[in-house]
């Protein structure tokens, strides 16, 4: 009875994976006072049904929900419900669903929201060989400063090159970084970039075979001295 239940189990699980269609992929912090709340909206007149797969900094899987929504339905979660707080639990979360879906973002410091952002590019699908740029702002002016967070949404591992210029065009500092399957890493452009105030530029991110999906975290900055921006897909 116990192998037929596993069975079915499987069987489930792998119609659900092969009938997805569309993969959505963004950061998120669950580390001691962050939290996320996240809302997936369904755009399309047809039923869709999606799993929601959330890793770890070191690519384990925190947690593996399921659902449907009807045609331009929605849903919310609160990361918090289905997470524990550690200092390892932030990554990348993936969603991948039968329909397009939109996905909003709340994130949370403290019980209190200091960031939005919206999730309607899927990861893109990368022609081998073929390579793919992604960028972004990053500033370090007075008490500010810009994490750069790189986050692998694959089942492989995924190396990129990455390099940050100062507002001159001039290279501060250049890396290659190689990321297991659903791995994360995450940088503080301050040590390099130092603080003045010309201390910002540009984030220039390479990525070969395989996608990388980049946030970049502002802190000092903003509203409520928090900012965070995803970066979904490649400009060029």
């Known amino acids: ?11 489930a699980v792998l119609g659900v994976t092969v009938c997805a269609n569309y993969t959505y992929a963004f950061y998120y912090d669950r580390s001691p006072g962050r939290d996320l709340d996240f809302n997936v909206f369904n755009p399309m007149p047809d039923r869709t049904s999606y799993t929601i797969s959330v890793y770890d900094a070191y690519g384990d899987r925190a947690c593996w929900l399921t659902g449907e929504l009807s045609g331009f339905d929605s849903t919310f979660y609160t990361m918090s419900d289905h997470t524990s707080a550690s200092g390892s639990r932030w990554g990348i979360a993936v969603i ?58 694959s ?54 075979d395989a996608p990388i999906i980049v946030a970049m975290e502002y802190t000092g900055r903003g509203a409520d001295g928090l900012e965070i921006d995803n970066i979904t897909e490649p400009y060029y």
């Open 96 to 153: 991948s669903s039968t329909q397009r879906l939109v996905i909003g973002l709340e994130y949370k410091k403290n019980g209190e929201l200091v960031s939005l952002d919206n999730i309607y590019r899927e990861v893109p699908e990368l022609v081998p060989g073929v390579p793919y740029w992604a960028g972004g702002y990053y500033c370090t002016v007075g008490n500010s400063d810009t994490l750069l967070i790189l986050l692998n949404p």
């Open 155 to 208: 089942n492989s591992r995924a190396t990129v090159s990455w390099g940050m210029y100062d507002q001159s065009g001039d290279m501060v500092f250049a890396d290659i970084v190689t990321l297991s399957a659903h791995e994360s890493t995450f940088v503080r452009l301050g040590q390099y970039a130092g603080s003045s105030s010309y201390s910002w530029g540009f984030v220039d991110i390479m990525m070969e």
């Open 1 to 11: 009875m116990r192998k037929c239940i596993i069975a079915l189990a499987l069987v």
